[in-house]
């Protein structure tokens, strides 16, 4: 049995407060664990798509990460602006009213869920022309946005290839479709959906991915797969493409870029992927103590693409990490490790959806089944989000 000591999560998003608890769950009391975000809220981003439709507020789907006090979780408010992942320490600065100032922490155990950066100003003209629904506000302002439009043209767009929940755009756009139906304007609007990857969900195999444009396509949403974006003109409402095609919009929803955070390309934990290399079972990171988990990590599968980034993995590697500390600190044989099994609902409107799950890690390629629509797998995601939001923080 170790020492009492620390554990320090950096990130109070998904992976990050599940890790938390398991830790908390896992360890005895004289062990700390401290959790440091820059927001005070843990945000339910799945719930952002139907923020977007107006079915929910932003007060519904976030809540304090001050409640994870009571569970024995110490929270710290503040920027992350440093990481030695040698020695483990920690530097945060905070602004009034968290605090004023520069602190430093020092962990046995440092588990990274800094998620992904987004970044829609790499691409020319994106951030002013459209709205992205990946962020709180971006969801907000294409609610109003939607809520506005009287007819014309809506592009969705994904304006690189890869990114956070591989459905979400696909899902956007049939909850965009359906909403114009039901204010009746349908006969007014084209709805075409953009995307830079050749297809949806490519991960999870041809027929899923088959499945999904089929889905999209039969809502009489026009899709147009491999459109990399290179510049946005707002004033115009114009997208031109690398290969030479041009769209307009008159409202454009989109998925910006993402990144790794800039702390943790500085703390030199990234490799020439851009994001964290990590044991594909354990989510140990090259340095002793220090863990990596959820969208800022990277694991290659061997058909050549990396595993998708997904709340679903967060929270699965999230448990594992902490198994696997806590045998540690408890001195017992760590029984845990992350098997690539993952699922999530697709929202297509209406109050029904389908549901995509299986083995990631599958070799040579995932095997991924796709469950036809229905009402059953809204009402899951409906009362998983009341899970999440009521028991999960
Ligand atoms: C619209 C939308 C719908 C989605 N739907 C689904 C779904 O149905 N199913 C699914 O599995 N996944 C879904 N996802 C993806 C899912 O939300 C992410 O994969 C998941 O949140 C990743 O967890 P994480 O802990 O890695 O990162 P995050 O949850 O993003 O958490 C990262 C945290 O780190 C904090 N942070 C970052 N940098 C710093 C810093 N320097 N200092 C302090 N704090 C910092 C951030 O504030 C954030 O709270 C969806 C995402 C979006 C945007």
Redesign the pocket.
């Known amino acids: 049995m170790k020492e009492a000591g620390t554990t320090i999560v950096?990130?109070?998003?998904?992976?990050?407060?599940?890790a938390a608890n398991a830790l908390r769950k896992a360890t005895g009391a004289e062990h700390r664990i401290i959790l440091?975000?820059?927001?005070p809220v843990?945000?339910?981003?799945?719930?952002?798509?139907w923020l977007?439709t107006g079915s929910r507020s932003a007060r519904q789907i976030s809540r304090p990460l001050g409640r994870m006090l009571r569970k024995g979780v110490e929270v710290v408010c503040?920027?992350?602006?440093m990481i030695d992942p040698r020695t483990r320490r920690v530097r945060?600065v905070q602004e009034p009213p968290s605090g004023d100032g520069v602190r430093e922490f020092d962990a046995d155990y440092l588990v990274v869920?800094?998620?992904?950066?987004l970044a829609p100003e790499s691409i020319p003209g994106l951030a002013d022309a459209g709205h992205s629904?990946?962020?709180l506000e971006g969801?907000e302002s294409l609610r109003q946005a939607v809520r506005r439009f009287a007819g014309g043209r809506i592009v969705v767009l994904t304006a690189a290839p890869a990114y956070?929940?591989p459905?979400?755009p696909y899902?956007?756009a049939m909850l965009i479709e359906h909403e114009i139906r039901r204010r009746g304007l349908r006969h007014d609007t084209t709805i075409d959906l953009y995307a830079a990857e050749p297809g949806p969900l490519g991960v999870a195999g041809p027929e899923v991915s088959a499945g999904v444009r089929h889905l999209v396509e039969s809502k009489g949403i026009g899709f147009h797969p491999e459109h990399q974006v290179v510049n946005v003109d707002p004033a115009a409402g114009r997208l031109s493409f690398a290969n030479g095609a041009i769209a307009q919009f008159d409202l454009l929803a989109y998925?910006p870029p993402h990144r790794a955070?800039?702390?943790i390309r500085d703390a030199g934990l990234s490799d020439e992927t851009g994001w964290i290399p990590t044991d594909r079972d354990t989510l140990h990171t090259r340095h002793p103590g220090v863990y990596a988990?959820?969208?800022?990590?990277h694991i290659p599968l061997i058909m050549g693409k990396p595993l998708p980034?997904?709340?679903?993995?967060?929270?699965s590697q999230?448990k594992v990490v902490a198994g696997v500390i806590a045998a540690e600190i408890n001195g017992t044989l760590n029984q845990t490790w992350f098997d690539g099994h993952?699922g999530?609902?697709i929202e297509t409107g209406g109050g029904r959806a389908g549901f995509g799950a299986g083995d990631f890690y599958a070799e040579p390629a995932p095997q991924v089944r796709l469950r036809s629509v229905g009402r059953r797998w809204h009402l899951g995601?409906v009362l998983f989000e009341k899970k999440w939001l009521w028991r999960g923080i």
């Open positions: 950096l990130g109070g998003g998904v992976g990050g407060v599940v440091i975000d820059r927001q843990h945000l339910f981003a799945p719930s952002l798509l977007m503040g920027e992350i602006d945060v869920s800094l998620g992904a950066d629904f990946y962020s969801a956070k929940c459905a979400a899902e956007a998925v955070p800039r702390v988990i959820g969208d800022v990590t980034k997904a709340g679903v993995f967060a929270e999230a993952g999530c609902f995601k």
